[in-house]
């Protein structure tokens, strides 16, 4: 194989190699280039700018000093030749490009479909915030319109009501808006994985490379998609006009809180801390005790 120094097409070795084979490691002029993906056996090689190349060697087999061209699927390493007919022997073996051009495809198609049905996810989430909104609006409208009716008493009783609704709508509202951004941030690492994929297709074809993509393949997977959670929802009952009572003129809304489903490894919303009779002195009732420790109690 040439170093990316000398640029020179390997085939007519006469006209610049400015393209470069990523399956045969060879540089080509566009003349060679053109006739190499005419012929059967080579139509679908990639090619690459020969100044993008990276002049890195193959990775050399630290047991034979070979150059390793196979995957033993068996212990999930790169070998030589001579591996597979001696410490491998009766291993399952797939050839190094193979297995590379599969790990390539496998990530974008794993990285694609997460970035999709993450995106996804915000559009329905947002839509969801919008149509909270609309309901927290007419909440407020229809306090609004029931404090209209009552004498200027009771006005400073609607304000303190709106705010209350406006106040924990509110909070909800942030709780989805925290889930949104959590999401963005899932898509800026699919994002960021996305370069690297783009940055190894121009890394040569070894063990070296092999690594990177199985690490990628490891970062992928560790990306999560979560499910869309329940949209908090607001209603207001309406109580009928007493005389006796301004304050039962006004009927009681209701917030239901964002429930969220996380699969991944953010926490989960924490439950409501027990008392201290919930946690010392009710397991110590039921028995549930048998030693107490003396440094930890």
């Not at 097409?9 to 190499?36: D, M, R, W």
């Amino acid at each position: 194989m040439a170093q990316a120094a000398s640029k020179t097409c390997e085939i007519c070795v006469s006209a610049p190699g400015s393209q470069y084979c990523l399956e045969c490691e060879q540089y080509f002029c566009e003349n060679c280039k053109t006739f190499h993906i005419r012929q059967k056996l080579s139509k679908n090689h990639q090619f690459q700018y020969s100044s993008d190349v990276i002049p890195e060697g193959k990775s050399k087999c630290k047991e034979h000093n070979e150059d390793v061209s196979f995957v033993c699927n068996t212990c999930n390493v790169a070998v030589c030749s001579s591996c597979v007919t001696g410490s491998h022997t009766g291993h399952a073996f797939s050839k190094l490009i193979d297995s590379i051009s599969q790990l390539k495809e496998k990530n974008k198609k794993d990285l694609q479909r997460k970035v999709y049905e993450t995106t996804q996810n915000l559009k329905k989430m947002e839509e969801g915030l919008k149509a909270f909104d609309v309901k927290v609006e007419e909440v407020v409208k229809t306090i609004t319109e029931e404090g209209t009716k009552v004498k200027a008493m009771v006005d400073k009783c609607v304000a303190q009501m709106i705010a209350l609704v406006k106040d924990q709508s509110k909070k909800e509202k942030d709780k989805l808006k925290k889930i949104i951004a959590d999401r963005e941030m899932d898509l800026k690492a699919g994002s960021n994985l996305d370069k690297k994929i783009y940055e190894l297709d121009k890394k040569r074809n070894d063990g070296k490379l092999l690594q990177s993509l199985q690490k990628l393949t490891d970062d992928i997977a560790k990306l999560t998609i979560e499910p869309v959670p329940e949209f908090p929802n607001i209603q207001y009952t309406a109580k009928p006009v007493t005389d006796n009572d301004i304050k039962q003129l006004f009927g009681i809304f209701k917030i239901s809180g964002v429930r969220t489903q996380y699969i991944g490894n953010r926490e989960k919303e924490l439950p409501k801390p027990k008392s201290d009779y919930e946690q010392v002195t009710k397991p110590k009732e039921e028995g549930k005790y048998l030693f107490t420790c003396d440094e930890c109690g």
